[in-house]
């Protein structure tokens, strides 16, 4: 079975500070992880992917992703938080289901808000 | 670019009655799906399709039907509303990512609240 798990459903950063959300999935073979954004009121948008390939991923926002397989993690960071990061982010892992079909298993969810 | 687009934006609903949320996408993707938020659950799949014609069930089916006669509209039926349904949906689409190119990104369309009274 696969799934993802985010640690922490409320984190409070202040603005110039790192910002750190935590993701550990389980799967019994090699993830296609994502990272999403939701904005108040509006749909998902995909801030970065891990596919195959360089762990480190960068996407937009100045967000970042590390793929760690031996901790089975997929953090994302950002180096300083700016007010208009605070949304509430979805970690998700592609599920290959017994059909061979492919199902987007996502995350709980963590709200971040921003301290000025 | 319109993306994916989902009809309406908004909806009450009074318990027992029917209605359609309508989801229609024009990036030629084979995958469509359809999600219900609730607060502090993230996202759950209601039902998927990976083409025309072809459906299947995700975590929390029930209640609800889905039919994809064509690439373009996904539509979501609920048949006998409950409180229960009273939620945030939102449809998404992708390419397969056996596929290539996007990798398995999901669009989504702005979502539609729905309460059931």
């Known amino acids: 079975a696969q799934s993802v798990t985010q640690l922490g459903s409320h984190v409070s950063v202040s603005e110039g500070a790192l910002v750190l959300l935590r993701c550990n999935y389980s799967?019994?073979?090699?993830?296609?992880l994502f990272w999403y954004v939701q904005y108040p009121n509006q749909g998902l948008q995909l801030l970065l992917k891990?596919?195959?390939?360089?762990?480190l991923v960068k996407g937009i926002n100045g967000f970042e992703a590390e793929f760690k397989k031996s901790e089975t993690s997929f953090h994302l960071t950002k180096p300083s938080a700016h007010m208009s990061d605070a949304a509430e982010y979805f970690c998700?892992?592609?599920?290959?289901?017994?059909?061979?079909?492919?199902?987007?298993?996502f995350g709980t969810g963590t709200r971040l808000t921003i301290i000025p | 670019n319109a993306g994916v687009t989902q009809t309406p934006k908004f909806r009450i609903l009074k318990i027992g009655q029917s209605m359609t949320l309508q989801c229609t996408q024009d990036?030629?993707?084979?995958?469509m799906y359809w999600y219900r938020q609730d607060p502090g659950m993230g996202l759950k799949l209601i039902y998927y399709?990976?083409?025309?014609?072809?459906?299947d069930k995700g975590e929390v089916p029930n209640g609800y039907n889905v039919s994809r006669s064509t690439t373009e509209d996904f539509p979501l039926r609920l048949e006998l509303a409950a409180p229960s349904q009273t939620s945030v949906y939102f449809c998404?689409?992708?390419?397969?990512?056996?596929?290539?190119?996007?990798?398995?990104?999901?669009?989504f369309g702005a979502g539609t609240r729905l309460s059931v009274l």
């Open positions: 891990y596919t195959t390939g360089a762990t």
């Open positions: 990036m030629n993707h084979n995958y």
């Open positions: 399709s990976v083409g025309a014609g072809i459906t």
């Open positions: 998404a689409s992708s390419y397969s990512i056996r596929v290539g190119g996007s990798n398995g990104i999901q669009y």
């Open positions: 998700a892992v592609i599920l290959i289901s017994n059909f061979g079909n492919e199902k987007l298993t």
């Open positions: 799967s019994s073979v090699p993830p296609y």
